[in-house]
Structures are given as structure tokens and as C-alpha cells.
């Protein structure tokens, strides 16, 4: 921790992220406890300003922790009205019935939802009920206690020089200290990456993985828009090059998201997601509906896949990891916000219980019993095969074998598998140059493809340029030295939002950071074959400024 001075505020609870996860967890401390001191501090500019998801939300969370939340005007008010589900061939299509698919797969009942939207509106109801919310400070560093206990967070400070010493405005921040500290950080947290460390909470788990989702936002013809329409494709373009597969959800107002997820497990260096989703609305299906139409917004983050068998622990002495920070998305549904809410609720049950009974800084083992035992344990535990069979044994098998393993355990509570693993971790599943060609993507057209940087003005990111750069190399000779010659250095091309370059400058190779385009999706920090880049939380209000993913 820096040896700076700080003042310090105390709370009951200190929450960082106001997600679905975090904010749930503040709602239900204040429902069960008005007296209850409760702070959330969120990195984005505003809440919802990093919240990229989709989505299609299945409303039991929000039904559990507010029950009148039509009543209350959530933002919730497109139904899903058909559900279609297409494996693509470069020109073609075949569409996969419903009737073979597991109840669970179903989203009738579920809607489509702007995410960013729906926290808006959370983070209005928890205003309402007495907590306290800052957006626009980022919490940099955990703050332990004597005994080892995770006690705090710093949060808030600005304005470092990019040498890391203090610049002429600089403002060290505030300790904001809890009984209880929740991290709701989403998508590998960087202090939830440190307490998972630290704590050695990941012992005897399978490794997390990840896919990288992208996303944009598209006006379209309104003859072709489809209010509550739901489709799924998986196929063309990835083939066998990855996992993977696309999203198309009608909203209202002539809006739709068309997004492309790729498991972050693939082999070939050369792959570059950015340029399979901008190659897929190419496809005859996508093109057809998005020609005449305008992009209006672009985003990527990625997203938990490893499930069940790879969730940690969640506790240790004075801290809870909610949501995505240790992963609950039910990866064949690609949904994780009904379990982000559901966690919070049940941590924040957990740490009510703890601190009436006058307890503080130990471990909220009744939080992890909740989530591996109750509805989010449940719905992870059925679809925990899916993941590691297309892993292993690629799409057709998986979707086959995974369908009727979603079956056996829906029908029998049981699997013919047991638990698969996911064996390797994402990073090191990246094989060499030596073994992979370098695949040859077109250029996009500027109509319904675009190139990468054009496409990050769309997330409105901005980074103030006079600061450290929150993307830190362990070691600054490995990309050149060692991920150039042995992986054609992949960050230039798993970057969504072109961060990483490889420039040629006097006769030598420069590997160049800018930094300023990060949109915070944490694949860096994944990926990279030699987990030589930490990323870190750049100064609050920085990265992108979602309008309404
Ligand atoms: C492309 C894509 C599509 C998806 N589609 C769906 C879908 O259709 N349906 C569905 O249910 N789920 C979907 N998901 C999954 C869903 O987004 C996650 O399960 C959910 O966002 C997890 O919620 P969370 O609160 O844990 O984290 P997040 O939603 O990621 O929220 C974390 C918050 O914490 C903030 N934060 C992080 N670190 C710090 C820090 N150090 N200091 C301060 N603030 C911090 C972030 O800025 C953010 O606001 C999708 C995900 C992706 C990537």
C-alpha cells in the first residue's frame, strides 16, 4: 500500500462497482437495515458508463430483491417475443428448432434490456433508500487491517504525473474503511485479482476462462426491426478457428444489438476477434438487416465462462467477491445478471446477519454457502459440461452431447460426465506462430464494417493523457523479445480497441501503449501468452462512456 496520508471515512459496508452485483448488495443492506452506513464508488463517469451487456435479462434477481419493480418504472419493457437460433455457413443458414433444447435455454419471460439503463435505475432506488454513491472514483488499492482483514479501499485519487510522482493538482484520495468490504469489480477485478491471490482462493478450482465480447449498438430500417426478437448464431465466421458464436436482440425505438462473443481459449496467434464480429455482419442473415441502418455505439468487455467448476472462493476475512468478479455467467444462456443481483443480495443478507450479531473483518461464509447452494450453485451446476466439452471437442459434438447433458441434469439433477475440467487457462492455451498461418481478414467496407479505431469513437472513450499508463508490463522486453517471434505479439490483434501496437522506429521493433483507448474489457490482462500485462484502474471518470449498452 503507498505511504501517502489520507483521510479516512467508515462505513458499515464499502462496496466497489455499481454493477448489477454491487448495487443489488447496497438495495438489500438498506432494505434490511435503514440505519445500515453503505457506500458504492464506481470507476465509470456516471453509473452505467462501463456496463456493456447485452442483454437479455432473465428478471428473477430483480424479482427477488424488488418485487414491484414495474411499479417502480425499471427500465424493463420489451418482452422477448421469439427466440431463433441459426448455425451459419459462410453464405447460408440452418435454424436449430426449440423443441430439443432444455427448458433453461428458453427466454420467454425474459427481456431485452439496455444493462447500463437498468443500473441507472438501481442506482436511483438505492440513492432513494439512504446509500451513498460515488461515480467517477475508482478504487486503485485494498487497505488490510492488522490481522491481515481486508479493511478498505482507496479510492479517488488523481493527478499523478505519467512517472507515477505527484503532479501540481494532485489529490491522494480517501481510505473508505468497512465492516465489510464487497468487491462487484465484474470481469477479473484487479483487486478481486489480488485478493484471489493473496488468499490463494482459487486452490484446487478449475482455471476461470473467458470469452471477449463485442457489441454495437445499430439504428436500423424500422420495416426491419422486430421489437422482442431474440436470435443466436454460432458457426460461420469462427468455424474451427474458435468458440464462439453472435447475439441479435431487437430493443425498442428501431435499436439493435448485434454482438459477437470468442472464447478467449484459441490456439492460432494470428486470430483477430475484433475482425470476426466486423466480418459476420457480412454474412447475407446480418447484412440484409442492418443495410440502410446506422452504428450508433461500440463496446467490448469480456466475460466469464468458466463457470461452476471455476468459481473461487468468495470470502476471505473481511472481504466478499460478488458477481462476475468471481464469474456466474450460465454460459449456454450467456446471461450473468440475474446471478450478479442474486449474489449481491445474498452477500449483503450475510453481512447483515454478521454485523448484528456485532461482527466485523472475519470471513461471510454464510454469502458462499448461499451462492454454491442456492439458485445461483443451481443454475451453474447444470450447464457446467457445455463450456468444457466445445473445448474439447468443438462445436458439433458439444452442442449434441452439451444439449442432452443440460437435459440429464435438468431431468436427473445429475451428469454422465460428472465435472468436466477446462484444464489450461486462456493465456496458455496460445500455441505459436510455428504452428498456425496468418488468416487473411477483408477490409472493412465503412457501411456495415468498420476498422478499429473509427469504431472506438463510438464508445466515447477518453483517458486523461497526463497520467501512468494503468496498462503495466511486468517485464518491458517481452513483447519484442519474446511474444514478437514466438506469437506475432497477439496484443495488436485480441486488443478490441487497438491499445496495442507494434511500430518499426530507427531499424527496431517499439512495442507502443495507448492507453487512451482502453474501454476497460480486461482481455490484456487475460490473454496475453506470457501474463506480462497488469491491468490496473486508471483515475476515476476515465474509459468509456457507454450511452445506453
Ligand atoms: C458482450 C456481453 C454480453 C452479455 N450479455 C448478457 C445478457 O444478455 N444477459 C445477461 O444476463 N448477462 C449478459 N452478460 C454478462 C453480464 O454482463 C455479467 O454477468 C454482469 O455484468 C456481471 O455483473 P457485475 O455487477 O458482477 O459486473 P459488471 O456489470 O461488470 O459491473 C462492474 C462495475 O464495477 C466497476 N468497477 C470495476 N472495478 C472497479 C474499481 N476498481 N473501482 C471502482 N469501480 C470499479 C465497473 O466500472 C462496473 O461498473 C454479457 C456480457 C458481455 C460481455
Known amino acids: ?34 440505519d445500515l452506513e453503505v457506500v458504492v464508488l464506481e470507476k465509470g463517469s456516471e453509473v452505467g458508463a462501463h456496463i456493456l451487456s447485452g442483454a437479455v435479462l432473465d428478471p428473477c434477481g430483480l424479482d427477488a430483491l424488488i418485487p414491484d419493480w414495474k411499479d417502480k418504472g425499471a427500465p424493463i419493457n420489451v418482452p422477448v417475443r421469439d427466440d431463433n437460433f441459426y448455425m451459419l455457413g459462410e453464405a447460408g443458414k440452418v435454424r436449430i428448432p426449440n423443441w430439443p433444447m432444455p427448458k433453461l435455454m428458453n427466454n420467454h419471460g425474459n427481456y431485452i434490456v439496455s444493462m447500463g439503463n437498468v443500473c441507472r435505475w438501481m442506482a436511483e432506488q438505492a440513492e432513494a433508500l439512504g446509500v451513498e454513491i460515488f461515480p467517477g472514483m475508482a478504487c486503485s488499492e485494498l487497505v488490510y487491517g492488522e490481522n491481515g482483514e481486508v479493511k478498505g479501499v482507496i479510492a479517488g485519487e488523481f493527478g499523478r504525473n505519467p512517472d507515477g510522482s505527484e503532479g501540481p493538482g494532485y489529490e491522494p484520495g480517501m481510505e473508505l474503511h468497512g465492516k465489510y468490504v464487497f468487491l462487484g469489480e465484474g470481469v477479473r477485478g484487479h483487486l478481486s485479482k489480488e485478493v484471489i491471490a493473496k488468499y490463494d482462493l482459487s486452490a484446487g478450482k478449475e482455471p476461470q476462462k473467458f470469452g471477449l465480447g463485442l457489441k454495437e449498438i445499430w439504428e436500423i430500417d424500422p ?29 425498442d425505438n428501431n435499436q439493435v444489438y448485434v454482438g459477437f462473443v470468442v472464447h478467449q ?23 440484409e438487416l442492418l443495410k440502410g441502418g446506422k452504428r450508433v455505439a461500440y463496446g467490448a468487455r469480456a466475460i466469464t465462462e468458466g463457470g461452476y467448476q471455476s468459481m473461487p472462493k468468495m470470502v476471505a476475512p473481511g472481504v466478499a467477491l460478488l458477481g462476475c468478479s468471481v464469474g456466474m455467467v450460465n454460459v449456454p444462456r450467456i446471461k450473468g445478471n440475474h446471478n450478479a443481483m442474486l449474489s449481491g443480495k445474498a452477500a449483503a443478507e450475510a453481512a447483515y446477519d454478521a454485523i448484528k450479531a456485532e461482527r466485523a473483518g472475519d470471513e461471510l461464509s454464510a454469502y458462499e454457502t448461499e451462492v454454491r447452494e442456492g439458485a445461483i450453485g443451481k443454475d451453474l451446476k447444470k450447464v457446467r459440461n457445455v463450456k468444457p466439452m466445445w473445448s474439447k471437442w468443438g462445436l458439433t459434438a458439444s452442442l449434441a452431447l452439451g444439449g442432452l447433458d443440460m437435459w440429464t441434469n435438468s431431468l436427473f439433477g445429475g451428469s454422465l460426465f460428472g465435472t468436466l475440467k477446462h484444464g489450461k487457462s486462456d493465456a496458455e492455451a496460445t500455441q505459436t506462430v510455428y504452428h498456425h498461418k496468418p488468416i487473411d481478414y477483408p477490409k472493412p467496407d465503412g457501411k456495415l464494417s468498420f476498422d478499429r479505431l473509427t469504431n472506438v469513437a463510438f464508445s466515447f472513450t477518453n483517458h486523461e493523457e497526463s497520467q501512468p499508463c494503468h496498462l503495466r508490463l511486468l517485464d518491458p522486453s517481452v513483447p519484442i523479445d519474446e511474444n514478437l517471434p514466438k506469437y506475432a505479439e497477439p496484443a495488436q490483434r485480441y486488443c478490441p480497441a487497438g491499445v496495442y501496437e507494434v511500430v518499426e522506429k530507427d531499424g527496431r521493433s517499439e512495442f507502443v501503449i495507448n492507453f487512451q483507448n482502453c474501454v476497460h474489457c480486461k482481455t490484456c490482462d487475460i490473454k496475453d501468452p506470457s501474463q506480462n500485462i497488469k491491468w490496473v484502474t486508471p483515475q476515476g471518470g476515465d474509459g468509456p462512456n457507454y450511452p445506453n449498452m
Not at 9 to 21: F, N, R, S
Open 1 to 34: 500500500m503507498s505511504d501517502v496520508a489520507r483521510e479516512a471515512m467508515e462505513y458499515d459496508v464499502v462496496i466497489v462497482g455499481a454493477g448489477p452485483a454491487g448495487l443489488s448488495a447496497a438495495i438489500r443492506l438498506k432494505q434490511l437495515d435503514a
Open 265 to 287: 481459449n484459441y490456439k492460432n496467434p494470428h486470430l483477430f476477434p475484433y475482425m470476426e464480429f466486423q466480418r459476420f455482419k457480412h454474412h447475407p442473415m446480418v447484412a
Open 223 to 251: 420495416a426491419k426491426h422486430r421489437e422482442g426478437s431474440v436470435t443466436h448464431t454460432m458457426g460461420w465466421p469462427l468455424g474451427g478457428n474458435a468458440g464462439g458464436g453472435s447475439f441479435i436482440y431487437h430493443l
